[in-house]
């Protein structure tokens, strides 16, 4: 059965750096998405991706952040400078379509802890 | 705006007990509803959905009903199993083009006990 990837399964780096996250969604899936869940909080929505554009942020999005899909399968969440308060699980989900109800695949998450 | 509300855990249940783990909702026009899995060390996984009002989920003897009345969507299941263990998350999406983001609840931790 086709799976969302994830890599690495656990980043640890120091508050300043910079970190790339990288996905490869399903393969025939057109639409992509990061989210985090800062531990004991709620899943976030951070952003979603189709035909190579963001098309819906959220908040927590901010110019710190961007998205890539550099190759056509791998899809990347950059933090330019990370903080503290980035540390979370992240979440890469892919979906077919849009709207209705086309579900969203979730990989396994990234754990990034900044020290 | 949006939002998801369930109720807190752990909850903890004996094999063969009945479950119900509430939830409910806020949201603009009427959103399809989901439940989400993760098992540990696992990703989300979807276990059921509904997409209009009195529409039953079910799935794995999962079962959730969408009721638009009290804007809820309780995840209910006759009978666990210790396998069941894991957190539950309910979500849910603004239909058509307004966009595709999951807003979800906090998640509730379910133990199963042999």
């Known amino acids: 059965e086709p799976e969302v990837t994830q890599t690495p399964s656990h980043q640890v780096t120091q508050m300043g750096q910079e970190v790339i996250l990288r996905c490869v969604p399903i393969s025939n899936h057109l639409y992509f998405y990061w989210y985090r869940q800062i531990l004991g909080q709620k899943v976030e929505f951070l952003v979603s991706?189709?035909?190579?554009?963001?098309?819906?942020k959220s908040e927590i999005f901010d110019d710190q952040f961007s998205v890539e899909r550099p190759d056509g399968s791998n899809f990347t969440l950059k933090i330019r400078s990370t903080k503290l308060e980035d540390s979370a699980m992240y979440f890469c989900a892919s979906s077919l379509a849009s709207g209705g109800a086309n579900e969203q695949f979730f990989g396994p998450g990234t754990r990034l802890t900044v020290l | 705006g949006n939002s998801v509300t369930q109720m807190e855990g752990p909850v903890t249940l004996s094999e063969e007990a009945f479950l119900t783990i509430n939830c409910t909702y806020t949201?603009?026009?009427?959103?399809?509803l989901f439940w989400y899995v993760q098992y540990p060390g696992e990703g989300l996984q979807l276990l059921l959905k509904a997409t209009k009002a009195d529409d039953k989920g079910s799935n794995k003897g999962f079962e959730a009903t969408y009721r638009k009345e009290t804007t809820s969507f309780h995840l209910e299941k006759g009978s666990v199993q210790v396998s069941d263990s894991a957190v539950y998350f309910c979500a849910l999406r603004r239909k058509g083009n307004a966009g595709n983001m999951l807003t979800f609840g906090g998640g509730t931790r379910l133990m199963v006990k042999p």
């Open positions: 991706f189709y035909n190579n554009e963001i098309s819906e």
């Open positions: 949201a603009t026009g009427y959103p399809s």
